[in-house]
Each structure stands twice: as C-alpha cells, then as structure tokens.
C-alpha cells in the first residue's frame, strides 16, 4: 500500500507564497509520476502540476511562471512551491502519485491540504 502525507497548506494574503510537501512510503515503485492536483467548491478536481520519475515537469496553464514542482529522491518527497498567490487558488490540494501494476496504472491519493488565499 501507498501511504501520502502532505502538508503546507494554509491561509495567505494574496501574492504570497507556501509550500505544499507530500512525503511518499509504502509500495510506491515502479514510480510513474507524482503530482498534485485541487479542487475548488463546485469545481472538479483538476491537475496544478506533475513531475515523472525522469524528473520531466507539466504545469496547468493557470500555475505556470508561479508555480514550481520538485522532488527529492531520497525523502520519497514531492514539493510545490507556490509564488504570486491569487484567490483563485483557493482549493483543497491533493497529492497524487502512480506506479505501475500488473493491470496498468494505479492512482493514489493524498488525504488534501487546504489552501486559502484571502486578504
């Protein structure tokens, strides 16, 4: 089993920053990618960013130039620092990860981590 723990959330004036980590034990090899993802009331849960395990990096368009994905290997752990915070940010953020199965690709999924951005 794969166990997601993130933290980092919280409450932020607009144009700050935080950092959401989300460290990763269990079964988590063959690693496909982590990532993290959000979902705002009313909204559908929508990707913010992923890094594959060779370290390439996709961003939503809305995060791009503000928010940076990182890992380090060695933690198991997975960053998102988050610059130039809008309210439109606001959401509960999750951490995902994928390996490989025998039957493809599974999904897990972190418990989420509240991002406020208000004045």
């Known amino acids: 089993q794969v166990q997601l723990v993130e933290s980092g959330g919280g409450l932020v004036q607009p144009g700050g920053s935080l950092r959401l980590s989300c460290a990763a034990s269990?079964?988590?090899?063959?690693?496909?990618?982590m990532g993290w993802y959000r979902q705002a009331p009313g909204n559908q849960r929508e990707l913010v960013a992923i890094?594959?395990?060779?370290?390439?990096?996709n961003y939503a368009d809305s995060v791009k130039g503000r928010f940076t994905i990182s890992r380090d290997n060695a933690k198991n752990t997975v960053y998102l620092q988050m610059n130039s915070l809008k309210p439109e940010d606001t959401a509960v953020y999750y951490c995902?990860?994928?390996?490989?199965?025998?039957?493809?690709?599974?999904?897990?999924w972190g418990q989420g981590t509240q991002v406020t951005v208000a004045s």
């Open positions: 995902n990860l994928q390996k490989l199965t025998r039957g493809g690709v599974d999904d897990d």
């Open positions: 269990g079964s988590i090899f063959p690693l496909v990618s």
């Open positions: 890094i594959s395990s060779r370290g390439s990096t």
